[in-house]
């Protein structure tokens, strides 16, 4: 869409899809509160062309802090692009099936229990953040236009991505997760999962644009597949359980590899510890929390084998 389709002029009509008519009211259960159409009207913002182009419509909503527990009255808002309902108390999004052009979706810190398949296959969502809810289930294998998700500190065991080709950022601290296998997604360059029951690296050897990996607080001992990460810059494992420093062996071809968090590994314990990182990956700027010296970088060709 272009500046000029989003350029709005007076004698344009507003769109009937802004002007709703009252829904019936709904009982629920104690203590819900859903959102109504007038509260609606005062958190609207940003008139853009509609998907037609034939008349205007509000395009964002933002609305935060207000406990509300139910957003069916969106079904009347089809033109949104532009979701923020962050701190709230939602438990169902269902509802949203009838945004078909959104672009951004913020609901994190609310209640939510499963990110339903209902929602698979949105043709336009680009950036997500469903960050601290209670999130057990996740159904979307499919947002083609996605490019960062956010769902951190929630409950997920399994988060199969399959059909998230465009995915760039990613992240999924503190869940439940223990393997990378169902998060496909081939051209992620940043992924954070740290604080997860994460065991073996299987599943990222087909991220070969992937330059940040944050994987600290899991169960890894094995550094198998690293080495395949040619465009990683930045590797977090602290608070791991590698232990061999033959295990360092297998990314020592990380050759663009500027920072390295080892510590708190059984590793980080030897007395060579740093020696042995720098041998084998001579480009390293960092080391842990400590910048590496040139006495360390003179100390390490000493040592290293000759080509």
């Not at 990380?254 to 720098?278: C, F, G, H, S």
């Amino acid at each position: 869409m272009s500046d000029e389709d989003d350029t709005t002029h007076n004698d344009d009509p507003i769109s009937d899809d802004d002007r709703p008519p009252t829904p019936p009211e709904k009982s629920g259960p104690a203590g819900a509160k859903p959102l109504t159409t007038d509260l609606v009207a005062t958190h609207l913002s940003l008139l853009a062309r509609t998907g037609n182009g034939l008349a205007h419509a509000y395009t964002r909503l933002e609305l935060h802090n207000e406990g509300i527990t139910n957003v069916d009255a969106l079904e009347y808002y089809p033109n949104l692009r532009y979701l923020d309902l962050s701190s709230n108390a939602l438990r169902d999004i269902g509802t949203l099936t009838s945004l078909e052009y959104l672009l951004s979706l913020d609901l994190h810190s609310n209640a939510l229990r499963s990110i339903p398949s209902a929602l698979d296959k949105r043709k336009f969502i680009q950036q997500a953040n469903f960050a601290k809810n209670r999130l057990e289930v996740w159904e979307v294998t499919s947002w083609p236009m996605c490019a960062w998700l956010n769902v951190n500190d929630n409950k997920l065991s399994n988060l199969p991505l399959p059909e998230f080709h465009e995915l760039l950022h990613l992240e999924a601290r503190g869940n439940k997760l223990t393997n990378l296998a169902p998060i496909v997604c081939p051209k992620l360059q940043r992924l954070y999962l740290a604080n997860n029951n994460i065991s073996s690296l299987t599943g990222l050897e087909n991220k070969q644009s992937l330059q940040l990996l944050h994987l600290r607080a899991n169960k890894i001992r094995s550094l198998d597949v690293i080495g395949d990460l040619g465009a990683l810059s930045y590797l977090n494992l602290r608070s791991n359980q590698i232990e061999n420093p033959k295990e360092l062996d297998k990314i020592a071809s990380l050759q663009n590899l500027k920072a390295i968090v080892l510590m708190d590994n059984p590793i980080d314990q030897l007395p060579t510890y740093r020696l042995e990182l720098l041998r084998r990956l001579p480009k390293l700027e960092r080391i842990d929390k400590d910048p590496v010296s040139e006495e360390e970088k003179e100390e390490a060709e000493q040592v290293r084998p000759a080509n």
